[in-house]
């Protein structure tokens, strides 16, 4: 999935800087181990959902901002409220008192704005029958489908191909969500930070932007994350008894 646009910056940064560049590719098998590998200057660059990303910026806040994602040409991407397709319940305020599977504890939709918008509705983590954390958007789905739990938070990604395989889902509302940005490590030489950011803004291919679900890199301010870091910062509500 990532190898396509990883080539494809290598081509482009080697023209920027006129030297030959390779990219090794690091999978990390969480949220948190990610996070722990950029802020502790392992990896050069990564990309991460928001929250994951103001999370190291508060750890490490010397990491830079490259680029952010679009989405079918838009600054943001949905999540899905979802619950089976045969339950009753007809509305995010009709949670009281049922079970919430949420994803990762450092997930942007899986967790800190899918809690937001519990609290907004006036429904904190006393209100709910019981809530889990299940790690993956998938997991979560799927534990909804099962009748596991009675409502869940998801990418629309991955509740639409559920969906097409048959899954017995429905979705309550949807969340907006700021894209993912791209961001290097600390002391990183500001001439490879220059030369990623530029390549990144310079890739337009379908066939390589496809296989990320996006349309495009856009550049990116800290700024475009102020409505996540208020969702974060106001996250001690939810768990207020």
């Known amino acids: 999935q990532f190898r396509p646009i990883l080539n494809q910056l290598e081509l482009e940064m080697t023209t920027i800087l006129q030297e030959t560049v390779s990219i090794k590719m690091r999978v990390y098998g969480d949220y948190q ?8 200057g392992e990896v050069d660059f990564t990309r991460t959902g928001a929250a994951s990303f103001i999370i190291a910026k508060r750890q490490q806040p010397a990491l830079s901002l490259l680029a952010r994602e679009q989405v079918k040409g838009k600054e943001w991407f949905e999540g899905i409220i979802c619950v089976h397709s045969d339950s009753v319940l007809q509305s995010v305020g009709e949670l009281s008192g049922h079970s919430f599977a949420f994803g990762n504890e450092n997930s942007t939709i899986g967790r ?22 299940l790690g993956r958007h998938d997991k979560v ?16 990604s991955t509740y639409n191909k559920l969906l097409k395989q048959g899954a017995p889902l429905r979705s309550l509302t949807t969340i907006r969500a700021p894209t993912k940005p791209w961001f290097s ?10 030369a990623i950011s530029k390549a990144l803004l310079r890739i337009d291919a379908p066939s390589i932007l496809n296989a990320l679900e996006i349309s495009g890199m856009m550049l990116a301010t800290e700024d475009n994350f102020l409505p996540m870091r208020s969702a974060m910062d106001s996250n001690e509500a939810f768990f207020a008894k």
Request: proline share 2%.
């Open 33 to 40: 181990q990610g996070i722990d590998a950029i802020v502790n």
């Open 112 to 133: 800190y704005l899918a809690q937001n918008l519990l609290l907004e509705k006036g429904i904190n983590v006393t209100a709910l029958k019981s809530y889990a954390y």
């Open 141 to 156: 789905a799927a534990a909804v489908a099962a009748g596991d739990y009675d409502a869940g938070s998801v990418k629309s």
């Open 185 to 194: 490590r600390a002391k990183l030489p500001s001439r490879y930070q220059v």
